[in-house]
């Protein structure tokens, strides 16, 4: 907060008793302080939901339209629905590397809806020849927060949803992240484009779980980076949380 003003203003030079105006000066400054730091917010957050337009025009074929992400044409691969292929015209799966997400995820997806639609806690798969623990092997992200967008969704609108949310995300963090080291905010949102329609993430986005990983559990620590004001940032990218510490005194 800074007030500017003159000698004559600040003081009645006959009785050198401080104006009232000092006041009204003090509040009207700070005034002006908050509305600037309001409206610079709600720019950041403009920012962010047309980042998530962009996404969602990229992503609506399997986020909002008929697409799904999963691999559905490598199930054809194997009995017995290798029988039906030739009658529903498929051929060759377009990538068999890709069939985990069909044999493995969606499976395991569908056991938990299934789970809970019993009111059941999926401690123990018992679809697996003798049984096996389902709950305390992580990989099928069923305690990840965002994983509710597949027990209130169709699983096959449900991963495209997912997906489009996860890679947001990671956009934000980045341009929250920049945003935090006093960069502009073109600079920024660019950035957040970048990042998230990276190579690395476009590759993986039928790997839910990756892609889940690396938003939300790596933690950047740039703490050695310092602005001007020798205030040294610790940001962590992904989580929901980007935080400024300062240093001691």
Known sequence: MRVIASLGALFDLSTAQPKRIIRVDLIYHETGERHLNRTGLRLDLLLLV?????????????ALGDKTLLPVDNLFAWQPWESFAPELGVGVPHNGLLSDLILENYVWKRFIVQSIGNRSIPLWNPNILAGVPFLAAGQHSAMYPLSLVFYVLPLARAYGVFTLLQLWLAGAFMYIYLRTIRVGRFGSLVAGITYALSGFFITRVVFTMIVAAIVVRREVD???IKDCTNVPVRI???SVIARVIRSPG
């Open 222 to 224: 740039v703490s050695a």
């Open 50 to 62: 047309g980042l998530l337009l962009l996404l969602t025009v990229f992503f609506w074929p399997v």
């Open 236 to 238: 962590t990218t992904h």
